[in-house]
């Protein structure tokens, strides 16, 4: 099909407060839309085919890459956003390929060692600015993947950047820069409510299977011993077929209640147009009060027992140090960096080309550099 019969189609088919890729807000840069293509399914691709993008495959969710094969990495995690995403707003009429769009670039920006990494920059960079993964997803689609000869960055549309500035989670802060007083859409709010509902159910997934948390005590959260009850699940014989069951139907309870509150919630807040979402008081798109109820509780016991388990505060120690020896030695001897990241110092000043650089390492090559500049033996 043409872009044209697909913009019809969204016309046709998509709820009326949905966001229609025909009536976007546009580019920073002028350039011609694709022939069959729509604008968000044309930003979706630019996004897939970044440096960036690739280099989430090697870049930590929770565990370590080397920790590993089995165990969630950044890139992963995306993709499990985007599927959950994509679900939810297929069910309520919105459009699937900005949704799609948002989730994929959300986590653009991370730097190695996940959360860990993102507080060592942070803490380096203050004199700078600090360092924000939301912030930076910003400047890779717009500053520093240079992939085309006509403009830096990727020239997305403004729905997907306002989707990446105002992505908000416990460990996601909306740029207050971007149009603070103006919900974003519901796409954007999809992508939101779907990092939650992976981020729980898959590093729940994670921690059982390597053995930091116990079936036993994850049944003490009533979201999950209540599913086990439903589901016939007995902690105390608790196999890797089992977690498959508790994990997949964990997801499909979450996706359904989410949908079903926010189909009741729009007509009670009077929502009949996208106008009307961004200019309600609050967002529009997420759990009912119960089902949020049970997944913060949820995140409160992971947060307790599975992010800080003794052997993930020791992988955490060490990735700080891993950074923070790196950055200083950069700063130090700038003359060891690559000539691009040179040139870059020249224009955005030594500690944001560091920290730029650094950002953009996978968990394997910050580990690999760290062998090279400390390492005695390792004299290249």
């Not at 599927?83 to 949704?99: C, K, P, Y």
């Not at 003490?220 to 589901?231: I, K, S």
């Not at 968990?363 to 290249?380: H, Q, S, V």
């Amino acid at each position: 099909m043409t872009r044209e019969q697909l913009e019809r189609g969204e016309r046709q088919t998509l709820a009326p407060y949905a966001t229609l890729a025909a009536e976007s807000r546009g580019r920073l840069h002028p350039e011609s839309e694709s022939a069959y293509r729509t604008a968000f399914q044309k930003d979706r691709d630019r996004v897939v085919h970044t440096s960036a993008f690739r280099r989430l495959e090697y870049k930590t969710q929770v565990f370590v890459n080397y920790e590993g094969d089995y165990y969630r990495t950044r890139l992963t995690h995306t993709l499990e956003v985007a599927q959950v995403a994509t679900s939810i707003a297929r069910a309520l009429g919105l459009n699937e390929d900005l949704a799609e769009t948002i989730a994929l670039a959300h986590d653009l920006g991370h730097p190695p060692f996940g959360h860990a990494g993102e507080k060592a920059l942070n803490e380096l960079a203050a004199g700078v600015g600090g360092f924000d993964h939301n912030r930076q997803s910003l400047r890779i689609v717009t500053k520093l993947e240079r992939r085309y000869p006509g403009f830096p960055g990727l020239n997305l549309t403004w729905e997907t950047l306002e989707g990446i500035m105002k992505h908000e989670t416990k460990y996601d802060v909306p740029d207050p820069s971007w149009e603070p007083d103006v919900q974003p859409t519901l796409e954007a709010q999809v992508v939101n409510v779907a990092d939650e509902v992976a981020y729980n159910a898959h590093d729940l997934d994670d921690g059982l299977r390597s053995g930091h948390l116990k079936p036993t005590d994850v049944a003490t959260v009533p979201v999950v011993g209540e599913l086990m009850t439903r589901l016939g699940l007995n902690p105390e014989r608790f196999d890797s077929s089992q977690r498959y069951v508790l994990i997949r139907e964990l997801l499909g309870d979450v996706i359904t209640d989410v949908v079903t509150a926010t189909d009741a919630r729009l007509p009670e807040q009077g929502v009949r147009t996208l106008d009307d979402v961004r200019r309600a008081g609050s967002k529009l798109l997420g759990p009912s009060a119960a089902m949020g109820e049970q997944l913060a509780q949820l995140k409160e016991f992971l947060y307790k027992n599975f992010y800080f388990h003794h052997r993930l505060i020791r992988m955490t120690h060490k990735a700080h140090l891993v950074l923070e020896r790196i950055y200083h030695a950069y700063v130090e001897l700038p003359d060891m960096l690559p000539p691009d990241v040179v040139g870059q110092a020249q224009t955005l000043g030594l500690e944001r080309a560091v920290t730029d650089y650094i950002a953009g390492m996978t968990d394997r090559y910050a580990n690999e550099e760290y062998r090279r500049l400390f390492e005695p033996m390792a004299l290249t």
